[in-house]
């Protein structure tokens, strides 16, 4: 009893101490409030062996040691986890996180292989949101997946390579336009079915956006051309500075089809008056020109206007090239597209952010450069979920720059020679199901048919087209592959690991604002494997043999039940059980699993009932109920 009531003072005192230096948040700030679960009340403890996995995390919370669970390793059933299920292009997450937290790196990249080409490029940029979905967030954090990944490729010994089998050809050719994730990802499927592949680039480098609009400090070069290198070894021929005017002269070449991915290089403007100004620069072709090491003069005063990953780079990229830079953008923090990681890197790298602006109007005069903006407020939600920006009366400031980048979209540029169809933003209109066109034998994925969208989206709409392309030409369009052995019987060997995660490595801000050095360090192994084993295995159900309660020490504090991220736990509506007889304290599995559950975790009566709010500080990154 002593031990367990030392162990739950021990804990208390952790938690304590973790949060005594982090800044008070105030109700200055109400966007900041984080909104608790509503405690499922009730008398008595009850278990559901049905919603149970046997991942100990109601045990493992207990301060007082009530709980007593085995499993077997017998029995195990499967099931998609969350992870897997939110990843676009459905990379299995918990299985390669798995092969992680056992040691086994190459094993990790092998299975993510198995769903993209690009390892490498997702383990740097991704924008995981597979860690939204992470069923570990519910508790406490969710599991750095992309940083997971990113340990396994930097580890890669290359043992995916054995598990690739020789396709038999099929005679049947097939015209990419466009050397970006999406048309580079259907080209390696569909030279892995056999199909010979040739891909057109109009740039003299490969990899489209991912290759001059993300810039160096965030991916290195070499590794994209590592990935793209492993594409040209299934057989694709990649043809750089080759444009394409006309796909019916593609058809008169012999190829049976082809895929449109053109992407989205098309900055848009910012839709004021004066917009057109020579020092009014396109974000992506910013992005661009840096990248392909074109000379861009940028004066002392630049202002970036956006809110998404795009305008990051664009700030951070003018950071680097000796610019003052000032971020305008609509509506607050919160509500930033762009991901948190990501503002916060070019908050610390000295990116100045001006929220609630936009601006109205740009003049130059005098060979000076004036950019009139206005004051917003938030007002009822858009079709986005997020609160419209309203201007505000009166309250228009001036800026004077040297420049001004806008960074507020891209939209596709299709040939008009192409003779295909496109909505009013210039997106090429496709089958959703099938990515194909209304021209027979043509097909497009990507940007040209999503607008500016995220690479692992890309890369999903790559696979997707690979597969109907195939089907179109007499395949079963089948590109699933097997190329990593694991365990298909992992043991459960006790609770996954406490805590958040190990902290993220990156460089001093004074040193990567001058370079354009890889900011973000990566882990080693030790970090690594305790993050892999903070991890639930959601996809895992293990057979609970024996399930106990301690009656005689539990007091019914609900921790167990607020801890289980499966709702496996819950209060029943029975009087609490009391005798001074040991057998009657200690109950069973089958003894709990009977009970009723309680009127309080019926959703009906939960709506019901009020909402538990605590401020905290989360750095920005505190969930909001919806």
Known sequence: M????????????????????????????????????RRERGHVLSWSEKDCTGCYTCAQNCSHGCLAITTADEGIKWAPAPCSQHCPAGVDAARYIRAVAEGLPAEAVAVVRERIPFPSVCAYICAHPCEGACTRGNIDESIAIRLLKRYAVDNDSG?????????VPTGKSVAVIGAGPAGLTAAYYLARKGHRVTVYEELAVAGGMVRVGIPDYR???????????????AGVEIKLSSSVSSIQTLFDQGFQAVLVAVGAHQAQGLGVPGDDAPRVLGGVNFLRDVSLGREVKLGARVAVIGGGNTAMDCARTALRLGSKVSVIYRRTCAEMPAAPEEVEEARDEGVEFHFLA?????????GKLFLENIRMQLGAEDSSGRRRPEPVAGSEFVMELDNIIAAISQAPIVPAGFELPTDKSGRLQVDKATLATSVAGIFAAGDAVLGPATVIEGIAQGRLAAESIDKFLGGDGNIAERLAVLSETPKREGAPLLGLRPERKMLDPHVRRQSYDGVEMGWGQKEAQQEAGRCLRC???????????DGGLCIYCGLCVEACPFKALYMGTDYERWSYRFEDQIL?????????????????????????????????KGKKRK
Do not use: C
């Open 159 to 167: 043992i995916w390579k054995m598990g690739i089998k020789v396709p």
């Open 219 to 233: 991916l290195p070069k070499h590794l994209l051309q590592s990935d793209i290198k492993e594409i040209e070894n």
């Open 2 to 37: 002593a031990k367990h009531f030392g162990r739950g003072i021990a804990r208390g005192m952790a938690v304590t101490l973790k949060n005594f230096f982090r800044r008070p948040v105030t109700l200055r700030y109400p966007e900041e409030k984080l909104h608790l679960s």
């Open 358 to 366: 936009a601006p109205t109007k740009v003049t130059s005069l005098d």
């Open 588 to 620: 069973q599995k089958d003894d709990l699993a009977q009970r009723p559950r309680s009127g309080y975790a019926h959703a009906e009566v939960a709506e019901t009932l009020p909402e538990q709010t605590l401020l905290l500080d989360r750095g920005g």
């Open 539 to 549: 996809d895992l159900r293990y057979a609970v043999t024996q399930y106990q309660l």
